[in-house]
Structure formats: structure tokens, C-alpha cells
């Protein structure tokens, strides 16, 4: 329960005699009579120690010797409030709800007129849910202060706890009554008629609102808004003219008129009202960024409307040519339709204005990718590290670029430097791995190369592409095959009917001198290929050459020629009829 430390002053005010009457001060004029029948004036003074000492302890935060105190306070002086509410109070701050609903409750008793003490009563039941409790407290509290119009609308908003709507109604009609129409009652009270189904009750709240209030739009939208609901088109529609007359380049009054405008079905005039909120410098960029991501979302399962979409981005970067977000909107739908040169433009106009955005940044180099544009993308991945120093992906990038551009020692510096920033993000700790193998591999490093498909693996031993590279390496380098033909089994179980995959299969039996498996394998290469490779038809020439099948050998080498292979090798064993090493 929330805590309700109300510091009352006390005022005890001292007597000559010893049949005397303490007054306790509330911190508002009023002040209480106490009767009480002193023994002595040493009691009085007692008393009084005591009640200002529970003061002190409570205000120090020792709750249980202020306790103490007034619970000496109640014996001495059994007919004063004051004590039992500040023992109230402290009971509350220790969640002992019941005692301190029961102390305060004594205290009410001994003065049931302290509104102080009936306010914090409304609390306790509030706060404990009890809604009936705190309308009695709020009703007592009215009584004594009858024009407190703060009191009446405690007392509504019981009621509305309650779940006594009417009982709402009534006394928001009373506030009415006396200040006349205002927004938060009639605002009130058309809420109460909708959820009591009366909405021509709640129609004629909105509408002394716009009696009263003629230049706000506001009340006019939520009529129209209430007739939309109530499926009387007709009557929003002439609503909604109203606004228009009234602000007719308010954005917002445009925005509402689309909408009115889609729910009618009448696409075209829905859609000139949308550009024309578009268009209005009026509307902040938020909004209609905000309406346009919809959108994007709305197209990824329903392409209806995509081009009307381009076309609101396109506004966008022209009405506010300097907000960085619109031209990176205008990419992403861009981007989304493959127009992937100009979303690559939208992008860095976009980082133009606003450098520090790194989602923008990173489609731009992923697009970039996608475009091979691999010079673009090793000099701004580079400034993007400037800007972003911690962020791993962007020395992926600049990694790729430079591994492309065949800057070798570059790709392993940004790969080396960019795994040690890779926390909880195993796939792209194995990216850096596998990369940094590939690039040792171009520089003949094999044994560097190895190490870090290993640790490729130890993140994720599962990896298909990285089983099949690192068995296929292997395999050139005539080194561990027994290991190489494990992983490529695996490879090709995990990823199954890849041709690449049982290419590299078939090779490292060819290696191991097992050519009749290595031909299994080759024979399920080809059948798996989508077009026939001249590489796999030269390798199954190779196995046949082997297998003493040289004229079939022969056959499958002029086939290769003629799909397309014409490395120097291959020419070479068509015209000796051999492979390098017999010829």
C-alpha cells in the first residue's frame, strides 16, 4: 500500500488549570476539542513530550519507537484523534492495511468532521480497492465542503472504480450544473455513454462541446470519429467537411479525411487527401514516417500500392530535404524493390545529413555488397569504424572489400581487429573465422588458414560452408584427408544434393587413390547440378582417366571444352589424351 505520511501540525496549547482542553491543529483553520479530564498538569506535559517525540521519531524514520509513543499518547489521552491517526499513518507505511484502516477510523470517530483525516481514509480505500469505502469518505468530505469541486470529482472517479456508471453520470451532471460545460466532463461523461451503449447520449456531449468551443476541431473529429463507428458515413463525412472548413490546411483534419476516405472504399479521393498531408509542411516528418513504415509492412504481403508508396518517400525528401530519415525511407523501399543503385544514392544522402545513424550505415554497405561496389565499400566501411569503433560489422566489411580488392593483409587486419568486438553473436564470430581462413589460404599461410577454420568450427561444428572449405583445402593440400572426408560427409549430410559440396566429396577420395567412391560421388555432383559444369564433367573425366577408362576419360574432357571450360590443364589432357602426371 502507497504510504500517506501526512504531517499535521499539532498545536497544544497550554491551561492554568488542571481541567483543561487540548486543541489539535490540521493544518487548515478548524481546530477539534479534545475533552479530556487531566489528573495534573505533570499529565498534560506528559502527554504533550510524548505526542511531539512520536513526531520526531517518525520524521527520523523510526517508526516502531514513534509507535511507541503514541500508543502512550492513546493511553493517557483516549479521546484524542490526533494520536490515533499518527499511528494510523505509520501502521500504513508498514502495510499493516487493516490496523491502520482501524485506527484511522477511531480517529474519524472522535472527530468525524476533519476532512484531513476523511481524505486520507479515501486514500486507504483506494489504494486498497475498496471503491465503496472511498465513495463514502468522498460523500462525508462534500458534506463538510460542499463546493469543493475537487471532492466531486474524487467521488466520479469512484464511482467509475466502482463500476457505478450512473452513479458517475450523476455527479459529473452536478459539476455541470454548477460550472457549466467543460471538456474533462463532457469528455467524462461521453466515454460513460458509449460504454453504456448510448451513443446519442455520448453524440450530444461532443456536440455542446462544439456549441460551446466552434474554432476546435479537436471535439469535430471526435464526432465524426463516433459516426464513423456507428456506420453512419453520411453524417463523419459532412463532419469531416466541417473541419475542412474551418482549418482547411490543418494536416491532421487531411490525414483524418483519408482515413475516412479508405474506410469508404473511395481510393482515389483517399489518396489525394494523403498527398495533399503529405505535401503539407505543416506535418511533422515523425508522422508521416510513421504512417509510410505501415505501409512498408502492409506491402510485404500485398504489393497493392507499392508505386503510391515510392511516390509518398519522394515527397517526403523533398519537403524536408534535410531530415536525414526521409531519404533512408525512400532507400529502404528502394532497396526492397532491388533498385539497389538508386537506394545506394537515397542511403548517402541520408548519411550526408545525418552521419551518426548506424542502421543506415549498414544497409548502405550491405547494398554495396549486393553491388560488388567493393571500392565504395572499403572506403566508407573505413569511415564508418571512425565513427562507430566498437561495432564489429563494419570491420566485416571493410574486410570483404579489401579480401575483393585483393588487399590481403588489410582484409586480415580488419577481420583480426573486428572478431575481438563479436560478444553473443555466434554466427558472426564464425564469419570472421572463415573469412580470415579464406585470405591466409590466398596467401598460402595453410597452416594459419587451418587454425582459424578450426576455430570456426568450435563456434559452430555444424557450419556446411565451412565443413566443405576447410575438408576441400585439406584435400589440395594432400594433408589429414581422413579428417577432410569426415567433415565433407557431414557437410554433405547437413546440406544434401549440393552439387559443390559432392564435388568437393568425390575429390578427396580421388586424393585418397578411392576412385570408385570418388565416382559415386561425382556421378551425384552432376545429377545434382542445375547446369552441367564443365569443372564437375572435367573431374569425372579425371576419376574415369583412373579408372582405366581413358577413351570415356577422353569423352568427358571434349565435354567440358565444349561447355565452356578452357583452362590451359584441361586443353593439355585433351590433346595428350592423359592427365599431367602419365603424359
Known sequence: MKAHFIYISIALVLFTSCKSTSYVGTGSNELVQDKQEWKSEQELLTFKNWFFAGNKEKMLGNHEMAAEYFKKCIKINPNGSASYFELSLIRDFQKNTYEATRLLEKAIELYPNNKWYLITLADFNKSARKH????????????????????????????????????????????????????????????????????????????????????????????????????????????????????????FVQLSLADFYMSANKMDSSKSMLLKAFKNTKLDIDTKIKILYGEYNRTLSDSTGVAFDYRLSEIITQVHSHEAKGYAMYGDFLYRSSAFVEAKEEYRKAIELDKSKFIIWNQLLTLESELNDFKSMKSESAEAIELFPLQPAFYFFNGIANYQLKSYEDAINSFEAGKEMVFDNKPLKVQFYTNLADVYHQLNKFQEAFKNYDAALAEDPNNAYVLNNFSYYLSIQKQDLEKALKMSALSNELLPNNASYLDTYAWIYYQMKDYENAKTQMENAIKCSKREAPTLIEHYGDILFRLGEKELAMDQWKSAIEKGGDSEELKTKVETGALKDES
Open 132 to 251: 465503496e469505502g472511498a465513495i463514502t469518505a468522498y460523500e462525508n468530505l462534500i458534506e463538510i465542503e460542499p463546493n469543493s469541486i475537487e471532492f466531486k470529482y474524487e467521488l466520479a472517479s469512484a464511482y467509475i472504480l466502482n463500476n457505478d456508471l450512473k452513479g458517475a453520470l450523476k455527479v459529473y451532471d452536478e459539476i455541470e450544473d454548477k460550472y457549466g460545460v467543460t471538456e474533462d466532463v463532457s469528455i467524462q461523461k461521453q466515454k460513460i455513454h458509449l460504454n453504456l451503449k448510448n451513443p446519442d447520449d455520448a453524440v450530444l456531449e461532443i456536440e455542446k462541446l462544439i456549441k460551446k468551443y466552434p474554432g476546435n476541431t479537436k471535439y469535430l473529429n471526435i464526432l465524426a470519429d463516433m459516426f464513423l463507428k456507428q456506420n453512419k458515413t453520411d453524417k463523419a463525412l459532412t463532419t469531416y467537411k466541417k473541419i475542412e472548413e474551418v482549418e482547411p490546411n490543418n494536416p
